[in-house]
């Protein structure tokens, strides 16, 4: 069966400190991976996705970048965070081959003071 | 502009009170339909997909379905572990395989 890691689960970092943020998915090949962004009392915004190693669409511009160096690691980056990156950060993945539906990682609660 | 839009913001029932969750759409070429159920501090958890108008999906208390416009969650009988928020998604046309979700439905089942 398939599972979703994430790590940290927590962090806190101060404002103008670098981040990355690691999700990695096993039981699987070639899936789609997404990051989001929770925002307290609000939805989820889609801040990148990936249909494979190297390929990185970025759907709002921002702080953050990602890169997937493996085919079942997506990575989310910073290179100077600032106090509107805070945030429930969740990595998803879905079959390409399968459905349609994406599971959700257990996602890093992201604090920037 | 593909938007998702969820009513009520929150809702709160007494145990054994059946009731509905609202999902309105306006996703352009929709590719399905999907609800999730997320618990505070945890990722969404995966309940439904629903693909055509007059599809019905049941899952224990939930019943999820479909019109050309919006889906509604039905839940018979809520258990106070019902309790959670309630999300769902318009899968978008194109490439990527991209969700758009509503901001959710805090519901909170009393005992």
């Known amino acids: 069966s398939q599972t979703i890691h994430q790590w940290p689960a927590t962090l806190v970092q101060p404002v103008g400190s670098p981040l990355s943020l690691e999700c990695t998915v096993e039981?699987?090949?070639?899936?789609?991976l997404y990051w989001y962004r929770q925002a307290a009392g609000r939805g989820l915004q889609l801040l990148f996705y990936s249909v494979g190693i190297g390929q990185i669409s970025s759907e709002v511009p921002q702080n953050l970048s990602a890169s997937r160096p493996q085919d079942r690691q997506f990575i989310l980056s910073s290179k100077k965070l600032l106090l509107s990156d805070s945030g429930f950060y969740l990595c998803a993945w879905t079959d390409q081959a399968g459905g349609y539906e994406q599971f959700f990682g257990p996602g890093t609660r992201l604090t920037v003071l | 502009e593909d938007q998702v839009t969820q009513s009520p913001e929150a809702l709160r029932l007494q145990e054994g009170e059946s009731s509905s969750l609202n999902c309105s759409y306006t996703?352009?070429?929709?590719?399905?339909l999907f609800w999730y159920r997320q618990d505070p501090g945890k990722g969404p958890e995966f309940l439904f997909t629903l693909y055509s108008a007059g599809e019905e999906k049941e899952k224990e208390r939930l019943k999820a379905t479909l019109t050309k416009k919006e889906s509604f969650l039905h839940i018979t009988a809520p258990k106070p572990e019902d309790s959670a928020t309630y999300l769902c998604?318009?899968?978008?046309?194109?490439?990527?395989?991209?969700?758009?979700f509503g901001t959710g439905t805090q519901l909170k089942v009393e005992l």
């Open positions: 996703v352009s070429g929709l590719r399905g």
């Open positions: 039981g699987t090949s070639n899936p789609n």
């Open positions: 998604a318009g899968r978008e046309k194109g490439g990527g395989n991209k969700l758009t």
